[in-house]
C-alpha cells in the first residue's frame, strides 16, 4: 500500500471519527462506557441513520484518486517525502539524493552508472514536476 494511500484512509478514519463524535450518543458517553441497552438502543438509531441515508440514496462514495495525485504522489516517494512537502523541503531532499546517487560517482562500475543514471532521471523529473506544480501556488 502506498504512502498516499494509508495517508488518505488514515484521514476518513479520522473524520469519520470526528463526525461520529459529533452526533454523539443518545447519553453521550463513550461507547465503551454504555450499558447493554444503551448499546443496543445506539445501535438501531445507527441503523435507522443509515437506512433513511440509503433511502435518499446517499451512499459512502470513496473518491478514488486521480491519476494526476497518484503521479505527484509518486514524485514526493521518489525525492522520499510525504505529500504536501513544501518546495523548500523537495530541494533539499533533491540534492541529498544526487549528492548521494550521482551517476559520475559509480563510473568504475557500468551497472551502478547505469542503474545511477536511470535514477538521475527518475530524481530529476520529479524535482522538476515538483517545483513547476509547487511555484504556481
Known amino acids: 500500500m502506498g504512502v498516499f494511500r494509508r495517508i488518505t484512509d488514515a484521514t476518513r ?5 470526528l463526525r461520529n ?5 443518545s447519553s453521550d458517553k463513550p461507547l465503551g462506557e ?10 438501531l438509531r445507527r441503523r435507522r441513520e443509515r437506512a433513511v441515508g440509503r433511502a435518499r440514496g446517499e451512499r459512502k462514495r470513496e473518491r478514488e484518486p486521480s491519476p494526476q495525485d497518484k503521479q505527484l504522489a509518486q514524485y514526493y516517494a521518489n525525492l522520499e517525502l ?5 518546495i523548500d523541503d523537495v ?12 551517476p559520475d560517482k559509480f563510473l568504475g562500475d557500468p551497472e551502478k552508472h547505469r542503474a545511477a543514471t536511470e535514477l538521475a532521471q ?4 520529479a524535482y522538476q514536476k515538483l517545483s513547476a506544480r509547487l511555484e504556481k501556488k
Do not use: C, N, Q, V
Open 122 to 125: 527518475s530524481l530529476t523529473e
Open 21 to 25: 463524535r459529533g452526533r454523539g450518543t
Open 13 to 17: 478514519a479520522g473524520l469519520d471519527d
Open 82 to 86: 510525504s505529500p504536501g512537502a513544501t
Open 91 to 102: 530541494k533539499k531532499a533533491y540534492r541529498a539524493l544526487m549528492r548521494r546517487f550521482h
Open 34 to 43: 454504555l450499558s447493554d441497552r444503551e448499546l443496543e438502543e445506539e445501535i
